[in-house]
């Protein structure tokens, strides 16, 4: 470890560094990945202090706490209790503060204690969310929504599961909230005609990720819709991909992981694809709904095709198989 960052380290007061069991002292190594700060002051002073800035009851404190367990799910690393209304400077789960090992986290409760924010300043990086849906002005669907979901043969308790929602104030724009571990991690929306967007700087993830995080067997189709489609058909392990096809396979070499943002999602949803046995591409039979379907099976492992179970079958005949 360079000497300048071992003073500094040193000289802060109740806090001790952990390196790893071999004693190397990388920087890159040894601060992203082994280093534990942990303060052995005591934590009165700072749970007093939020006390003052946090004029909520026992109640309110309980919902606080809640929260910041919430938020720990995610990888972020609160180290002191988080003073509502105040933004914090912390270590970011994604890139790990980058070669410098930067505090490029920015981290926000607000006053009320309602929901956190947050937003990595790496422009290599850029992660940021948004804690709850009321933050993203979601409310419930309208009659309208749901005849139109019915009309597809989507039932409504199959979109309460799933916590489809839609945009406060445009009564056409659908959201499908894309949640790990129960968490709020990014939403999707379209509207009636089509149009789609995305929240921007949330992270990249498969649209019904938790119900694929025990499953032996996946499917993995081309939109949301057809994810609560398969549902309906009795295939909850079911997952779909976020940004639909492209319009024809690439030419290009595979890139690196860090690289590969068209498909991100997939090395971000890494640890759970690893454990099926056996995976189903379940995507559209026109041209970029095969092309999506050979970019997907590209990283998932095509040298592994049969070991991994990989197969590709039409979204639309597998419905009709099931129906």
């Known amino acids: 470890m360079p000497s300048g960052v071992a003073r500094h380290l040193s000289s802060c007061s109740g806090l001790f560094v952990r390196l790893k069991p071999d004693g190397s002292s990388g920087l890159s190594t040894a601060l992203r990945r082994s280093v534990r ?4 002051e005591s934590k009165a002073p700072v749970i007093e202090a939020r006390l003052q800035h946090f004029k909520g009851g026992a109640a309110d404190m309980a919902k606080l706490r809640e929260l910041e367990q919430k938020v720990e799910l995610l990888g972020i690393d609160c180290e002191d209790p988080s003073r509502p209304g105040f933004y914090s400077n912390l270590f970011c789960p994604k890139c790990q ?3 410098k090992v930067e505090r490029s986290l920015s981290f926000h409760i607000v006053r009320s204690g309602e929901f956190a924010m947050w937003r990595c300043f790496r422009t290599e990086c850029g992660w ?17 929504i749901i005849g139109y979901f019915a009309e597809r043969k989507i039932s409504e308790e199959t979109l309460q599961r799933n916590g489809v929602k839609q945009l406060s104030g445009k009564q056409s724009a659908i959201s499908f909230p894309y949640k790990r571990k129960g968490q709020l991690v990014g939403c999707k929306y379209r509207t009636v005609d089509k149009k789609f967007w995305q929240e921007k700087g949330t992270e990249k993830t498969l649209y019904g990720l938790d119900d694929i995080s025990e499953a032996d067997e996946i499917v993995i189709v081309e939109g949301e819709i057809d994810k609560l489609s398969l549902e309906e058909a009795g295939f909850i392990n079911c997952a779909s991909v976020p940004s639909g096809a492209p319009g024809k396979v690439s030419k290009k070499g595979l890139p690196s992981p860090d690289k590969d943002t068209a498909y991100q999602y997939l090395w971000n949803c890494k640890d759970y694809l690893d454990k099926a046995s056996r995976i189903i591409l379940a995507t559209d039979s026109d041209a970029p709904g095969q092309a999506l379907a050979e970019e997907l099976a590209k990283r998932l492992g095509k040298q592994r095709w049969n070991s991994i179970g990989i197969v590709c079958v039409s979204a639309t005949l597998l419905r009709l198989f099931t129906w």
């Open 97 to 99: 503060g980058g070669q």
């Open 128 to 144: 940021a969310g948004q804690m709850t849906e009321e933050s993203l002005r979601l409310e419930p669907l309208s009659d309208k």
């Open 37 to 40: 700060c942990s303060r052995t």
